[in-house]
């Protein structure tokens, strides 16, 4: 079955860095969109990035560009977040989804989170 | 900066029919905007409801039906639940693989 797990979460302090990934299996990985959404606490779900099936193309939400950075690695099914100059605002759990484009457009599968604490 | 409308929440008695919408503040929703449909309970990630307006995803029960009704997407339940009771999130399709997020309708079974 189709698998999705996100790991690096962690407490950072202010203006820190950390990379999140999120390990695929069970399906054909490279044969998908792929993105980041997360949901500050208490908050709505935002997306933060999208990167195409073959990483050609990537997306920011206007909250993270220029801060954050998303690609994947195909030989290894796995998706990456690098996030830099992190914010209080960054604080949120980061989910990882299976982006079905090319005539359906929206997300298969959803994996269960990885939580992000930036303090001060 | 389009923003996705929904109603904040509702509540509905248990085996009740609710409709939740979700609008655009500047426009009409259509199904070129391929609406989706996203339930979350608290601590729980998101599940996929509804895809294209109107298609289940893999495991919905039919009680769970997407439509437009007027200017914006809908999401009706019919004969509603106690485990249905969650946070039910809209997203609509910009293009360019770009989606808006609709800020979340918390439901209330009760």
């Known amino acids: 079955q189709v698998q999705l797990v996100e790991s690096g979460g962690g407490v950072v302090q202010l203006g820190r860095s950390l990379r999140l990934s999120c390990a695929a299996s069970g399906f054909t990985f490279r044969n998908y969109g792929m993105y980041w959404v997360r949901q500050a606490p208490g908050k709505g779900l935002e997306w933060v990035a999208v990167?195409?099936?073959?990483?050609?193309?990537?997306y920011y939400g206007d909250s993270v560009k220029g801060r954050f950075t998303v690609s994947r690695d195909n030989s290894k099914n796995t998706l990456y977040l690098q996030m830099n100059s992190l914010r209080a605002e960054d604080t949120a759990v980061y989910y990882c989804?299976?982006?079905?484009?090319?005539?359906?457009?929206?997300?298969?599968?959803w994996g269960q989170g990885t939580l992000v604490t930036v303090s001060s | 900066q389009t923003v996705v409308t929904q109603e904040p929440s509702f509540s509905v008695s248990p085996g009740g029919t609710v409709t939740l919408t979700c609008g655009l503040s500047s426009g009409s929703v259509s199904t070129s905007y391929y609406p989706s449909w996203y339930q979350q309970t608290p601590g729980q990630a998101p599940r996929t409801l509804i895809y294209?307006?109107?298609t289940r995803s893999s495991g919905v029960p039919d009680r769970f039906s997407g439509s437009i009704l007027g200017n914006k997407a809908a999401l009706t339940i019919t004969g509603a639940q106690a485990d249905d009771e969650s946070n039910y999130y809209c997203v609509l399709y910009m293009g360019s693989d770009i989606v808006v997020f609709g800020g979340g309708t918390k439901l209330t079974v009760l």
């Open positions: 294209s307006t109107n």
């Open positions: 990167i195409s099936y073959d990483g050609t193309n990537k």
């Open positions: 989804a299976t982006w079905r484009g090319s005539g359906y457009y929206y997300f298969d599968y």
